[in-house]
T-cell receptor, first 116, second 114 residues
Framework: EAGVTQFPSHSVIEKGQTVTLRCDPI?????LYWYRRVMGKEIKFLLH????????ESGMPNNRFLAERTGGTYSTLKVQPAELEDSGVYFC??????????????FGPGTRLLVL | AQKVTQAQTEISVVEKEDVTLDCVYE???????LFWYKQPPSGELVFLIR??????QNEISGRYSWNFQKSTSSFNFTITASQVVDSAVYFC???????????FGTGTSLTVIP
């Protein structure tokens, strides 16, 4: 079974440009999450999809970030326009809902974004 | 407030030594879940273990063991007879019954020297 995949693995862009990250979750997983790790800090939650609906986007830093999950399959995270502080590793994770919560999230390899 | 603290930023051990990675958490929920993930140089986060707040039994899986103590809000991870392949960044995470997001610590970078 294929794991969570993310594309691209690396992206280097200039401040003000637009970047779109893609995540393909494990097939059949309804839950999809985006997280970000800024250098040396903790991995922080950005948002959570259940199928195509945004369940929780409380971690999105500002309106320069737009996440979509059309059709409830893959998801994209667009940063427009990118700023220097957006640099970091963006992780995607997926899971199946579990009665009582606490489902295990399976993570992709991340996209390393560097904004110059 | 929810918080996970991994006070050890970097640890180096010589191969075959035992090493313990510390994790201390904060939560107001009485039902919660704790996780450990391994991040090898390839970058992906590999799931190691999930433990719920009602199960304080220690767990052993091969050379890995986990010590969960609610009294000290700790969920420590021990690698016995470390190997070079154990070199990685290890993350501890918390999730609560009231939500789905994970709260991560800052990670501990483990280097096993041959």
């Amino acid at each position: 079974e294929a794991g969570v995949t993310q594309f691209p693995s690396h992206s280097v862009i200039e401040k003000g440009q637009t970047v779109t990250l893609r995540c393909d979750p494990i097939s059949g997983h309804d839950n999809l999450y985006w997280y970000r790790r800024v250098m040396g800090k903790e991995i922080k939650f950005l948002l959570h999809f259940v199928k195509e609906s945004k369940q929780d986007e409380s971690g999105m830093p500002n309106n320069r970030f737009l996440a979509e999950r059309t059709g409830g399959t893959y998801s994209t995270l667009k940063v427009q326009p990118a700023e220097l502080e957006d640099s970091g590793v963006y992780f995607c994770a997926s899971s199946q809902p579990r009665t009582g919560g606490g489902e295990t999230q399976y993570f992709g390899p991340g996209t390393r974004l560097l904004v110059l | 407030a929810q918080k996970v603290t991994q006070a050890q930023t970097e640890i180096s051990v010589v191969e075959k030594e035992d090493v313990t990675l510390d994790c201390v958490y904060e939560t107001r929920d009485t039902t919660y879940y704790l996780f450990w993930y391994k991040q090898p140089p390839s970058g992906e986060l590999v799931f190691l273990i999930r433990r719920n707040s009602f199960d304080e039994q220690n767990e052993i899986s091969g050379r890995y063991s986990w010590n969960f103590q609610k009294s000290t809000s700790s969920f420590n991870f021990t690698i016995t007879a470390s190997q070079v392949v154990d070199s990685a960044v290890y993350f501890c995470a918390l999730s609560e019954i009231t939500g789905n997001q994970f709260y991560f610590g800052t990670g501990t970078s483990l280097t096993v020297i041959p």
